[in-house]
């Protein structure tokens, strides 16, 4: 009964290197989400995923920053030549759907990027 | 997006219920009230969820009037382990072309004993 998951739990790199951010779903769920949270802040909305595909890539802060998804499951974030103003939580979340309304979505607890 | 509006905190003591009310005036036909709950260093972990009037579960109840322009959620007898911060989002997971929620900064909720 896993919930969603996500690695690594933390992540500390330098200012200018790549990072990639795992995302397992919950089994069976065809709806991915990722958000980025500061500290004390509320969520920012990155991306959304149905199966494969984003429909909705707005949040995505540069073009530094991208997301893929593979076999309609686990999904990569991947930010490229880090920046300071990079750390935060990173939170993936799942849901049924889109076919569902409704449906709540379901958190992991996020890796926390700290760029020096 | 409906856009909420929640206070930015509250206190409350032990045992005592706890209404924390959000505003969503622009509130779409399809769109379904959801609170979430989250602690720190953990996500989000969803609470309740509601159309209209009133929905109860184990945990919290959601009072929803009949122009859904705002929805109250309910903690009966709290406890010190209900301090978090607690989101109120609006939307709809089945609109066509992607669901985009939009998380306001939540309410912090600090329960004292």
């Known amino acids: 009964g896993a919930g969603v998951s996500q690695s690594p739990s933390n992540k500390v790199t330098e200012k200018g290197k790549d990072v990639e951010l795992r995302c397992d779903p919950i089994?069976?769920?065809?709806?991915l989400y990722w958000y980025r949270q500061s500290l004390g802040q509320g969520l920012e909305f990155l991306i959304y995923?149905?199966?494969?595909?984003?429909?909705?890539k707005s949040g995505l802060p540069s073009d530094r920053f991208s997301a893929e998804r593979t076999g309609g499951s686990v999904s990569t974030l991947t930010i490229q030549r880090t920046q300071q103003e990079d750390s935060a939580v990173y939170l993936c979340?799942?849901?049924?759907?889109?076919?569902?309304?409704?449906?709540?979505?379901?958190f992991g607890d996020g890796t926390r990027l700290s760029i020096l | 997006l409906a856009k909420t509006t929640q206070p930015i905190s509250m206190d409350s003591y032990e045992g005592q219920e706890v209404n924390i009310t959000c505003s969503h005036n622009n509130i779409a036909t399809n769109d379904y009230i959801t609170w979430y709950q989250q602690f720190p260093s953990q996500g989000p972990r969803f609470i309740i969820q509601g159309y209209k009037t009133k929905v109860t579960n184990e945990v919290a109840s959601l009072f929803i009037p009949a122009d859904r322009k705002s929805s109250t959620l309910s903690l009966p007898r709290v406890s010190l382990s209900d301090t978090a911060v607690y989101y109120c989002l609006v939307g709809d997971s089945g609109r066509a072309g992607g669901f985009k929620t939009i998380f306001g900064a939540g309410t912090r909720l600090f329960v004292k004993a």
């Open positions: 979340a799942s849901s049924l759907g889109p076919d569902r309304h409704n449906q709540p979505q379901h």
């Open positions: 089994s069976g769920h065809t709806a």
């Open positions: 995923f149905q199966g494969n595909s984003a429909p909705d």
